[in-house]
Each structure stands twice: as C-alpha cells, then as structure tokens.
C-alpha cells in the first residue's frame, strides 16, 4: 500500500516538475504533448542510418523519424515557451500524425 501510494506522489512530482508543465499551453495541449514525449523520448537511435528503433510501446519507426519526432517536440516546447500555443499544435499534429501512423 505504501509502495502504491509513494509511486503515485512520484507519477504525480515527475509530471509537475516537466517543462512542459509550466511552459505556457494550455492543460489539455500540455496533456496532449506528455502524452507524445512519453512515446518520443523513449526513442534512442544509435545511429541516423539505423534501420529499426523501438518506443516503449513497442512501435517501430526509422532513426531518421525518431530524430525528426525529437526536433519537433522541442519546436513545440519553444513555442509554449512564447506563448504561441497555434504553433505549438500545429508541430504537434505533425508528431502524432507518425505516431498514429505506428499503432
């Protein structure tokens, strides 16, 4: 009971203390993107030729992709960062247009 309860205050720590967490878009994009960077971030491509990487879900997706998802989501950041939530979904349409495409 009290291993449930510290990995819920934990679960609970991590996603307040995330960036995305007082960058500046609203609650529901903000869900939206933790939803997309716990997908993006477990991508590790070793190599930019990589033929195959894997999500933690088990999705498959090219080392040339995983870069691209990467760079978009940290286009997203900056743009909640400023402020400009329009751009921010709009890079995140992108994101998860691959990642719908992969499930």
């Not at 720590?13 to 869900?31: D, R, W």
């Not at 894997?54 to 909640?80: H, I, K, P």
């Amino acid at each position: 009971m009290a291993a449930t309860f510290f990995s819920i205050v934990g679960s609970i720590y991590m996603l307040a203390s995330s960036p995305m967490a007082n960058a500046g878009c609203s609650h529901g994009l903000t869900e939206q993107i933790v939803g997309a960077e716990r997908i993006v971030d477990s991508l590790r491509p070793d190599k930019a030729g990589q033929m195959r990487v894997f999500a933690l879900d088990g999705s498959e997706y090219s080392a040339g992709q995983a870069n691209w998802m990467q760079g978009q989501m940290r286009v997203v950041l900056r743009a909640c960062t400023r402020g400009d939530e329009a751009s921010a979904a709009a890079a995140l349409r992108g994101v998860q247009g691959v990642l719908n495409a992969h499930h």
